[in-house]
């Protein structure tokens, strides 16, 4: 399900976060699905329940997951809808496009590129002229 690697200078938490939020947008978790208990979660990758609690609150907060009192913390629906974790992610775009063109990196390469990850070109209401 999660791996860590314990050579990432990310933190823990924000490993554990990314990995079920790739879970979730990909559907390998479903929605409405119940995601581990954060002890379980927390004895199956042997580290502190207190680091699991930090990702699932901040999965909340950006709206992958939800919380039941009693029931536990399921996949919402909505993950391709919150929009400031969209602004986050155009942000870090910006960078390392920024940082490819500086590294001398081509216009064409770019385009190449974007159009080698999406399969079938860009989606409908994407922005294609902007790179």
Not at 44 to 69: D, K
Not at 76 to 83: E, K, L, M, S
């Amino acid at each position: 399900m999660i791996s860590l690697n314990y050579r990432d200078s990310r933190p823990i938490y924000e490993q554990i976060k990314d990995g079920l939020r790739k879970l979730i947008v990909t559907g390998a978790i479903g929605t409405d699905e119940k995601l581990p208990s954060v002890r379980s979660l927390a004895t199956q990758l042997s580290i502190n329940p207190n680091t699991i609690q930090r990702a699932y609150n901040e999965l909340e907060g950006e709206g992958y997951i939800y919380s039941v009192p009693g029931k536990g913390s399921f996949a919402t629906g909505d993950a391709g809808a919150d929009t400031s974790r969209r602004e986050e992610l155009w942000e870090k775009v910006r960078e390392l496009l920024a940082e490819l063109r500086y590294l001398g990196v081509g216009q064409e390469e770019l385009r190449s590129l974007l159009e080698e990850e999406t399969p079938g070109g860009f989606p409908a209401g994407g922005k294609e002229g902007t790179t």
